[in-house]
């Protein structure tokens, strides 16, 4: 009798063996040991290694079942006092303060100690498919109230009035953090933007001038990121210092020529960005300048945001407002390119000395940290439609519901900055020929 054992069989081979099946996270293939980063394709180490974001919780416990109740009398009819960040009972005309989101949570600190990426709890991603309808069971009557987020944040029970908000965060991108209230009222705006109208009045389309009416004037709180960040860029490129100027020629043949001395020009900057607003909106972010005048709302930056309060949906009742649609891995390049243009910036004053330029040929942008908070920012709009080629232009003119700072695009009549560019070019001319008669 033989004492030697029959080795055992091969283990199989191929698709759908144990051997093609990865191992589970935290083991290596035996099961005894941890997973070697390593020996993991870059897209996998890197999200292996990656710091979780972390989340910073904005909700409001006492409005999650949609009642905003006077603290004072108990009832639900609240609203913004016109101009103010203040919230007013409409039943007992009790005023209060909302919590400043910056103070609450202290958003204003630590920027120079910020790592990794910290997400606030309205900045999640967004799952699309979250239903956009919101139902509330009415403490009031019982009755069932029910809010579609995608076009209103606030619903009254048809039974007995009690009204109700959209507070809770829903991960649909309707409800953000932060709410950075109205102040300019709506006569105001309207004042505002036909001023702003009126002053070029003379070559503005007859339509859009037939057109215009307060009533088109809408108040609207647009979506944004709000970042806090801290970054380092290394930005090299080419100098010039000019060493001598000549000219070659005569008459119309003559030119100007330079010779400067080049210099390798190397700078770092650390620095840190506090409150950058980033649209969150696609229709928004999109700068189409053929399409539309969506820039423009940006020229009416800066908003107050340290001055943002916490969410609570009874801001926004008699303005209509529009959902983020936009993650923070989606807007990580605006952000990077934000950052990169404001080193440039920084490193502007210590480059005086090149006095033909420098020309940045290689530029890097490092985000140590960054902190994104979702929040809704007030404008007053007025849009319109311009029909043409390719789906026509879509104008705005746009009010900062803060501070009033306007700004606008206003369509004109082509015909009529021709006719008046000529008759500048005439007379510029006949006062070039009077002068030339006169010396002569």
């Known amino acids: 009798m033989s004492n030697s054992t029959t080795p055992p069989p091969a283990p199989p081979t191929g698709p759908g063996s144990p051997r093609e099946v990865p191992p589970a996270p935290g083991t290596a293939a035996n099961g005894n040991f941890p997973i070697d980063p390593s020996t993991l394709p870059p897209p996998i180490r890197d999200e292996l290694l990656a710091a979780d974001p972390v989340a910073i919780d904005t909700e409001s416990d006492e409005l999650k079942d949609g009642a905003n109740h ?11 006092r016109p101009g103010t960040d203040l919230l007013i009972c409409l039943f007992c005309r009790n005023e209060w303060h909302g919590q400043r989101v910056e103070e609450e949570f202290g958003l204003g600190e630590g920027l120079d100690e910020l790592t990794g990426t910290v997400i606030a709890s309205g900045a999640r991603d967004i799952e699309d498919d979250v239903s956009a309808l919101m139902s509330f069971k009415c403490t009031g009557c019982g009755a069932e109230v029910t809010v579609n987020t995608e076009s209103a944040m606030t619903a009254r029970c048809h039974w007995c009035r009690h009204v109700f908000g959209v507070n809770e965060q829903v991960s649909n991108g309707a409800v953000p953090d932060a709410v950075l209230p109205f102040h300019i009222k709506k006569d105001d705006a309207v004042a505002r933007i036909r001023q702003f109208v009126d002053k070029r009045r003379l070559f503005a389309l ?16 647009l979506p944004y990121m709000i970042v806090d960040g801290r970054a380092s860029a290394e930005i090299v490129g080419k100098g010039e210092i000019k060493t001598r100027e000549y000219t070659q020629g005569s008459g119309d043949k003559k030119k100007t020529y330079y010779d400067a001395d080049v210099y390798a020009v190397q700078r770092h900057v650390d620095f840190t960005v506090d409150d950058l607003p980033l649209e969150s909106s696609g229709a928004r972010g999109n700068h189409d300048t053929s399409a539309n005048t969506n820039n423009i709302i940006n020229t009416i ?12 949906a009874s801001y926004l009742s008699g303005y209509s407002s529009e959902k983020r649609d936009r993650d923070v891995e989606q807007l990580r390049p605006r952000l990077e390119d934000q950052l990169l243009s404001i080193a440039r ?14 020309r940045w040929e290689r530029e890097r942008i490092d985000v140590h940290g960054s902190r994104w908070v979702s929040m809704y920012l007030p404008v007053w709009l007025y849009s319109y439609h311009q029909p043409g080629r390719n789906g026509g232009m879509l104008h705005y003119i746009a009010v900062n519901g803060r501070t009033g700072e306007t700004m606008g695009s206003v369509p004109v009549q082509q015909w009529k900055l021709l006719t008046a560019a000529i008759t500048v070019g005439t007379f510029l001319e006949g006062i070039a020929l009077w002068i030339l008669g006169s010396t002569t």
């Open 301 to 312: 930056l800066p908003f107050d945001t340290r001055n943002a309060v916490k969410w609570n």
């Open 70 to 80: 006077c603290p004072k009398c108990g009832a639900t009819d609240i609203r913004q």
């Open 345 to 358: 910036c920084q490193v502007e004053a210590s480059v005086g000395r090149y006095d033909r330029g420098v």
């Open 206 to 221: 007859e339509e859009f001038k037939q057109q215009f009416t307060p009533e088109n004037v809408v108040g609207v709180y």
